[in-house]
């Protein structure tokens, strides 16, 4: 059971070019975000889907775009990429219901430079 | 100020001893707290999640939470090396995922 997968794993990338970075999930979850990783930083949402249909901002989405495909898959766009976005993005997945936390399952993180 | 706070550590123990990993915060109308590992270059996962104030025990892992003082501690337990990871803490104001505030984690190592 793969759970949720990223690709690609590493990428190193120049100031002003553009890259997807690919998440898929295998768990019929409804719900997929996109966080970033950065040191003494925590866990920051970028953008996430509540459902298939639907993308909504987090708490840092500028310099980023999303496309929900599909209920499995949930990409994330850097259109002219910053030094400041060098970053580890994580992709994760979730069910919602009503009462109780529903864990949110991680993929293992795309490591992206930016030179 | 930022709303959850965290030791970044990194904290080291010998294998055996009981380790305690803590976090403030400031925002009062959190309900949900909950407890991320996350190995080296791996996604976080949880293990551990309470709603109230209290004390809750999973194993050898003990998640107690205090509301009134804005502050939440995962205990553990006869430490394992296998226990060496980073640990996060988390917590919302309801269960959906786009709410929740994640600390920095704190950078623990069992020593064998």
């Known amino acids: 059971n793969a759970g949720v997968t990223q690709t690609p794993k590493f990428q190193v990338l120049k100031t002003g070019q553009s890259m997807t970075l690919q998440c898929a999930q295998d768990?019929?979850?409804?719900?997929m975000y996109w966080y970033r990783q950065d040191p003494g930083m925590g866990l920051r949402l970028i953008y996430y889907?509540?459902?298939?249909?639907?993308?909504d901002k987090g708490e840092v989405p500028n310099g980023y775009n999303v496309s929900r495909l599909n209920k499995r898959e949930f990409s994330l766009r850097l259109e002219s990429a910053a030094p400041s976005q060098t970053s580890v993005y994580f992709c994760?997945?979730?069910?919602?219901?009503?009462?109780?936390?529903?864990?949110?399952?991680f993929g293992d993180g795309t490591r992206l430079s930016i030179l | 100020q930022k709303e959850v706070e965290q030791d970044p550590g990194p904290l080291s123990v010998p294998e055996g001893a009981i380790v305690s990993l803590n976090c403030t915060y400031s925002?009062?109308?959190?309900?949900?707290f909950m407890w991320y590992r996350q190995y080296s270059r791996k996604g976080p996962e949880l293990l551990m999640y309470?709603?109230?104030?209290g004390n809750k025990e999973d194993g050898r892992f003990t998640a107690q939470v205090d509301k009134s003082s804005k502050y939440i501690s995962l205990f553990i337990r006869d430490s394992q090396p296998s226990d060496s990871a980073t640990y996060l803490c988390a917590m919302s104001r309801d269960n959906y995922g786009q709410n929740f505030v994640f600390g920095p984690g704190t950078r623990l190592s069992v020593l064998p």
């Open positions: 889907s509540a459902s298939e249909g639907t993308t």
């Open positions: 994760a997945s979730s069910e919602i219901f009503l009462r109780g936390i529903q864990p949110q399952h």
């Open positions: 925002n009062s109308a959190f309900q949900y």
């Open positions: 768990m019929n979850h409804n719900s």
């Open positions: 309470t709603y109230s104030s």
